[in-house]
């Protein structure tokens, strides 16, 4: 089964820029690309989202290259409370009917 | 955020008895998932639903089984819960299957 694959953990600090990438090979033609934040005890919380070459909003940026294999959130001068889990999703074929599929999260930890 | 709310937000039981845990939305969204959450496996889909009385079975779905009689209203019911299903269940919705997701708060289930 086709998954995606992302780093486990990552550490950083204050005032940095984060990148984690995300591996998806199976995408499909028409999916996008979605990433979550998840703190404890609450529920997955939307960041962005995107198709192709690169999105930006207010919190994050997400780079997608031509064949969309792969893609990396981008966050600009973290600060503590950037610290949470973060989830790649992408559409990926399985069997007769589309399914999302959730990577197993990066943990990002973000030092003073 | 879409109005999502998980009733009950913790419930501790015994094995063998039944379980409903219920989702309840605000947003007309279309799209009802039901998630859990385990240690070292991220958000496993375990039925989702796709409009009144469509359902369908995720990756996880041994165990459980879902009703969607209202737009707003998704049960997710564990027949005869085992401890194998202590887990956090995550609600989410969205207006499409492509579309960001919109989770709950969760409800941590513990099964003795």
């Known amino acids: 089964l086709a998954k995606t694959t992302q780093p486990i953990s990552m550490d950083s600090y204050e005032g940095q820029e984060v990148n984690i990438t995300c591996s998806h090979n199976n995408i499909a033609t028409n999916d996008y690309i979605t990433w979550y934040q998840q703190f404890p005890s609450q529920g997955p919380r939307f960041i962005i989202q995107g198709y192709k070459t690169k999105v930006t909003n207010e919190v994050a940026s997400l780079f997608i290259p031509a064949d969309r294999k792969s893609s990396t959130l981008s966050l600009p001068r973290v600060s503590l409370s950037d610290t949470a889990v973060y989830y790649c999703?992408?559409?990926?074929?399985?069997?007769?009917?589309?399914?999302?599929?959730w990577g197993a999260g990066t943990k990002l930890i973000i030092k003073p | 955020d879409a109005g999502i709310t998980q009733s009950p937000r913790h419930k501790v039981t015994e094995t063998g008895t039944p379980v409903t845990l219920r989702c309840h939305q605000t947003?007309?969204?279309?799209?009802m998932y039901w998630y859990r959450q385990d240690p070292g496996h991220g958000l496993r889909l375990i039925h989702y639903?796709?409009?009144?009385?469509?359902?369908d079975k995720g990756e996880v779905s041994d165990g459980y089984s879902v009703s969607r009689s209202k737009t707003e209203d998704f049960l997710l019911t564990l027949e005869s819960a085992t401890s194998s299903q202590t887990s956090v269940y995550f609600c989410?919705?969205?207006?499409?299957?492509?579309?960001?997701?919109?989770f709950g708060s969760g409800t941590q289930l513990s099964v003795l």
């Open positions: 989410a919705t969205g207006r499409d299957w492509r579309e960001k997701l919109f």
């Open positions: 947003e007309n969204h279309r799209y």
């Open positions: 639903s796709y409009g009144v009385k469509d359902t």
């Open positions: 999703l992408v559409g990926v074929p399985m069997y007769s009917n589309y399914q999302l599929i």
